[in-house]
Nanobody, 123 residues
Protein backbone atom coordinates (compact mmCIF):
# COMPACT_ATOMS: atom_id res chain seq x y z
CA UNK A 1 0.00 0.00 0.00
CA UNK A 2 1.07 3.54 -0.72
CA UNK A 3 -0.34 6.88 0.31
CA UNK A 4 -1.52 9.25 -2.41
CA UNK A 5 -1.97 13.00 -2.10
CA UNK A 6 -3.55 14.95 -4.93
CA UNK A 7 -3.45 18.64 -5.69
CA UNK A 8 -4.14 21.07 -8.50
CA UNK A 9 -7.87 21.02 -8.95
CA UNK A 10 -9.97 24.13 -9.32
CA UNK A 11 -12.35 26.02 -11.56
CA UNK A 12 -11.70 26.98 -15.14
CA UNK A 13 -13.59 28.21 -18.17
CA UNK A 14 -14.35 25.84 -21.02
CA UNK A 15 -11.34 25.57 -23.31
CA UNK A 16 -8.94 26.14 -20.45
CA UNK A 17 -6.29 23.90 -18.90
CA UNK A 18 -5.48 22.42 -15.52
CA UNK A 19 -2.83 20.11 -14.17
CA UNK A 20 -3.45 17.66 -11.36
CA UNK A 21 -0.59 16.21 -9.35
CA UNK A 22 -0.50 13.03 -7.29
CA UNK A 23 2.43 12.48 -4.94
CA UNK A 24 3.05 8.85 -4.05
CA UNK A 25 4.62 8.04 -0.72
CA UNK A 26 6.79 4.98 -0.18
CA UNK A 27 10.12 3.75 -1.47
CA UNK A 28 8.50 1.45 -4.03
CA UNK A 29 6.33 4.13 -5.60
CA UNK A 30 7.97 3.73 -9.00
CA UNK A 31 6.85 0.09 -9.22
CA UNK A 32 3.15 0.92 -9.25
CA UNK A 33 0.82 1.38 -12.16
CA UNK A 34 -0.96 4.69 -11.70
CA UNK A 35 -4.37 5.78 -12.82
CA UNK A 36 -6.65 8.79 -12.79
CA UNK A 37 -10.36 8.28 -12.36
CA UNK A 38 -13.24 10.72 -12.07
CA UNK A 39 -16.72 10.79 -10.67
CA UNK A 40 -19.30 13.35 -11.70
CA UNK A 41 -22.38 14.03 -9.57
CA UNK A 42 -24.92 11.27 -10.02
CA UNK A 43 -22.58 9.15 -12.11
CA UNK A 44 -20.36 6.18 -11.45
CA UNK A 45 -16.62 6.58 -11.14
CA UNK A 46 -14.87 6.06 -14.47
CA UNK A 47 -11.32 5.67 -15.70
CA UNK A 48 -9.62 8.61 -17.34
CA UNK A 49 -5.99 7.65 -17.91
CA UNK A 50 -3.44 5.17 -16.65
CA UNK A 51 0.28 4.59 -16.98
CA UNK A 52 2.69 1.74 -16.34
CA UNK A 53 5.69 2.09 -13.99
CA UNK A 54 8.17 2.93 -16.73
CA UNK A 55 5.65 4.84 -18.85
CA UNK A 56 5.77 2.15 -21.53
CA UNK A 57 2.03 1.64 -21.54
CA UNK A 58 -0.51 4.44 -21.36
CA UNK A 59 -4.27 4.19 -21.66
CA UNK A 60 -6.86 6.91 -22.14
CA UNK A 61 -10.61 6.94 -22.05
CA UNK A 62 -12.03 7.83 -25.45
CA UNK A 63 -13.61 10.95 -24.03
CA UNK A 64 -10.24 12.50 -23.16
CA UNK A 65 -7.97 11.25 -25.95
CA UNK A 66 -6.10 14.10 -27.57
CA UNK A 67 -6.87 16.46 -24.68
CA UNK A 68 -5.42 14.83 -21.55
CA UNK A 69 -1.97 13.36 -20.90
CA UNK A 70 -0.64 11.38 -17.92
CA UNK A 71 3.10 11.92 -17.49
CA UNK A 72 4.90 10.59 -14.43
CA UNK A 73 8.18 11.56 -12.82
CA UNK A 74 9.48 8.61 -10.82
CA UNK A 75 12.35 10.67 -9.41
CA UNK A 76 9.71 12.88 -7.76
CA UNK A 77 7.28 10.02 -7.01
CA UNK A 78 4.64 12.04 -8.82
CA UNK A 79 2.11 11.38 -11.54
CA UNK A 80 0.30 14.19 -13.30
CA UNK A 81 -2.86 14.64 -15.28
CA UNK A 82 -2.53 17.45 -17.79
CA UNK A 83 -5.94 18.52 -19.01
CA UNK A 84 -6.32 20.77 -22.03
CA UNK A 85 -9.36 21.97 -23.96
CA UNK A 86 -11.52 21.32 -20.94
CA UNK A 87 -15.25 20.90 -21.41
CA UNK A 88 -18.12 21.30 -18.94
CA UNK A 89 -18.61 17.53 -19.07
CA UNK A 90 -15.12 17.11 -17.58
CA UNK A 91 -16.47 18.52 -14.32
CA UNK A 92 -15.94 15.86 -11.66
CA UNK A 93 -14.01 14.78 -8.61
CA UNK A 94 -10.73 13.36 -9.84
CA UNK A 95 -8.93 10.57 -8.00
CA UNK A 96 -5.50 9.11 -8.49
CA UNK A 97 -4.97 5.46 -7.69
CA UNK A 98 -2.16 2.90 -7.55
CA UNK A 99 -2.12 -0.71 -8.66
CA UNK A 100 0.30 -3.60 -8.77
CA UNK A 101 -2.20 -5.78 -10.60
CA UNK A 102 -2.99 -3.96 -13.80
CA UNK A 103 -2.05 -0.80 -15.62
CA UNK A 104 -5.33 -0.54 -17.52
CA UNK A 105 -8.40 1.51 -16.61
CA UNK A 106 -9.99 -1.33 -14.67
CA UNK A 107 -10.52 0.42 -11.36
CA UNK A 108 -11.07 -2.86 -9.53
CA UNK A 109 -7.32 -3.45 -9.93
CA UNK A 110 -6.40 -0.34 -7.95
CA UNK A 111 -5.84 -0.83 -4.25
CA UNK A 112 -4.72 2.62 -3.06
CA UNK A 113 -6.69 5.82 -3.67
CA UNK A 114 -6.19 9.50 -3.09
CA UNK A 115 -8.71 11.77 -1.42
CA UNK A 116 -9.89 13.38 -4.63
CA UNK A 117 -9.50 16.79 -6.23
CA UNK A 118 -12.43 18.75 -7.62
CA UNK A 119 -12.34 20.05 -11.18
CA UNK A 120 -15.10 22.38 -12.32
CA UNK A 121 -15.38 23.60 -15.90
CA UNK A 122 -17.75 26.47 -16.56
CA UNK A 123 -19.39 26.94 -19.93
Amino acid sequence: QVQLVESGGGSVQAGGSLRLSCVISGSTASTYCMGWFRQAPGKERAGVASISPCSSYIYYADSVKGRFTIPRDNAKNTVYLRMNSLKPEDTAMYFCAASRISCTLNQESYTSWGQGSQVTVAS
